[in-house]
């Protein structure tokens, strides 16, 4: 099986928690007890990736995670250089939100021929930026503006342009360390409009936001600064629990 297909089994039962690990900020050691810290208390998935690469860590640790757990691992990727055969998937990710023609098909472009060669799962996601009340990493580096936080109709237009373009997965990201996560009422609006599964992220920093989030809609919800803090096993157990609560 696909592991799209699966995602999309996944969101029919209920919301699913992913946790995000940028491996380029971990050593080999924290890699893997963090992916394994994860996987035994409740993540239904990790997302792999960052915005910038500093440390050339990427594979390497991408290669440990996998090794080490039965979860999906999906490459989340911020550029294209994260392109590796070590993971189930690959977000392929459009900026559906930028008018700048490198993340809207200059990067994919890119990344196409190490996909083929790697026999990849790409899975075309339509990843809307929206504000979130501080400029963050994905912004500045996709020189991209951002969703403004209220407008629900320009992000229902969004995600509806995605899947007429025959997207498989909408991503909606206030960015990381966003200072509020995006509106529940932008997030149902969206679930109105599309049946398309629906990963949302950015600000979700309390197991009671999340559910909230996933309340309204959301089918994956992403974690990484909340976790990056500390991966304290009882906070991760918490985040899962609270998603897993709403069933569909
Ligand atoms: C960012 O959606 C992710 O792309 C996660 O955001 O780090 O704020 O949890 P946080």
Do not use: W
């Not at 021929?113 to 912004?139: C, D, F, H, R």
């Amino acid at each position: 099986m696909t592991t799209y297909k699966k995602l999309c089994e996944m969101a029919q039962q209920r919301a699913n928690f992913f946790c995000l690990l940028d491996p380029d900020n971990l050593d080999k050691d924290s890699a893997v007890e963090s992916a394994i810290t994860c996987a035994s208390n409740g993540a239904d998935g990790l997302l792999v990736g960052g915005s910038i690469m500093l440390h050339d860590k990427f594979e390497e640790n991408l290669k440990l995670i996998k090794e080490n757990v039965k979860i999906p691992v999906i490459i989340f990727p911020g550029i294209f250089n994260f392109v590796s055969p070590y993971a189930d998937a690959l977000l392929l990710l459009s900026v559906i939100t930028s008018r700048n023609p490198q993340m809207l098909i200059g990067e994919q472009v890119r990344a196409a021929p190490l996909i083929y060669k790697y026999n990849l799962e790409a899975i075309g996601t339509g990843y809307m930026l929206v504000e979130s009340g501080n400029s963050t990493s994905v912004q500045y580096m996709s020189d991209s503006f951002p969703l403004p936080h209220k407008k629900t109709d320009l992000a229902v237009a969004h995600a509806l342009a995605a899947k007429y373009l025959g997207m498989k997965l909408i991503y909606m990201d206030a960015g990381s360390g966003a200072k509020m996560p995006i509106s529940e009422h932008m997030i149902s609006e969206v679930k109105k409009y599309t049946e398309l599964p629906i990963i949302i992220g950015g600000g979700i920093n309390t197991p009671e936001i999340a559910k909230k989030i996933a309340l309204s809609g959301a089918d994956f919800i992403v974690t990484g600064t909340a976790l990056e803090k500390s991966m304290d096993p009882i906070l991760i157990r918490s985040f899962a629990d609270a998603v897993h609560s709403v069933k569909r």
